[in-house]
């Protein structure tokens, strides 16, 4: 079986966990307190982070790459399209997510209230708090004016992209800091992909400290 070294409010593992059940992998969750740098954890990735995965005799790190690997392994169902210009834009769009969402939003709402408070690395700075609250706004209609034209970020289907998109919204959304009134066709295709099976595993998450907010796993939040 599949062992997957992750933390539950990390948008990279999350994509890796979507994608996993998306194609019914079974895997063992295993969390990773990567901050204690565990000397075998740093065997397994010198980088020190998570998502690590264990899989057919492999160690594999770096969430996109995990997650193309998986994509190449369990062609079915496809999450990634046919043609080379619709899969530029699926990579254009996760790496919007996992690099550009991440530094302006993620890092600075989430990073700032839950993982320095679990890691005891500090306090929230304010200055990057509104920075993040305001960002999201900005990242939110992104995705509205996408979703006007599109069934999915990336296209006509379901792909990675809606993933890592997901992946950074559901960990907001746990700490309540997604206003999903911004936007109907971004609430609707959020509505949409946390309904799916895959999203179960996301939705039972549970963090010590920080009990989840009763609209979270709604599915009429
Ligand atoms: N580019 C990496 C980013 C992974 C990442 O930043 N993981 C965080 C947790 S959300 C981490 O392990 N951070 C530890 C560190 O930066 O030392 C990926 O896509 O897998």
């Excluded at 792909?159 to 936007?183: K, M, N």
Aim: with cysteine; proline share 6%.
């Amino acid at each position: 079986m599949h062992r997957l070294y992750h933390v539950p409010l990390s948008p990279f593992c999350r994509k890796v966990r979507l994608v996993l059940a998306e194609k019914k992998i079974e895997v063992e969750l295993v969390e990773e307190r990567y901050w204690e740098k565990r000397k075998d954890f740093l065997l397994l990735n010198p980088a020190g982070m998570v998502p690590v995965l264990r899989a057919d005799g492999l160690v594999l790190a770096e969430s996109t790459a995990i997650c193309e690997y998986l994509e190449e392994m369990h062609p079915e169902p496809a999450l990634m399209p046919k043609k080379p210009g619709e899969r530029a834009e699926v990579r254009r769009l996760i790496f919007w997510f996992d690099d550009k969402f991440h530094r302006e939003v993620t890092a600075n709402l989430l990073y700032e209230r839950i993982n320095k408070k679990i890691t005891q690395s500090g306090h929230p700075d304010s200055g990057n708090v509104k920075a993040g609250s305001r960002n999201i706004k900005f990242h939110l209609d992104y995705m509205g004016w996408l979703l006007e034209q599109r069934r999915w970020l990336a296209g006509d289907k379901l792909t990675l992209a809606d993933f890592a998109a997901a992946a950074h919204l559901s960990c907001l959304d746990y700490i309540r800091d997604v206003d999903w009134d911004r936007s109907r066709v971004v609430r609707e295709w959020y509505a949409t992909i946390k309904s799916r099976p895959a999203f179960r595993s996301l939705l039972a998450d549970n963090i010590a400290g920080f009990p989840q907010p009763p609209h979270y796993a709604d599915l009429d939040f």
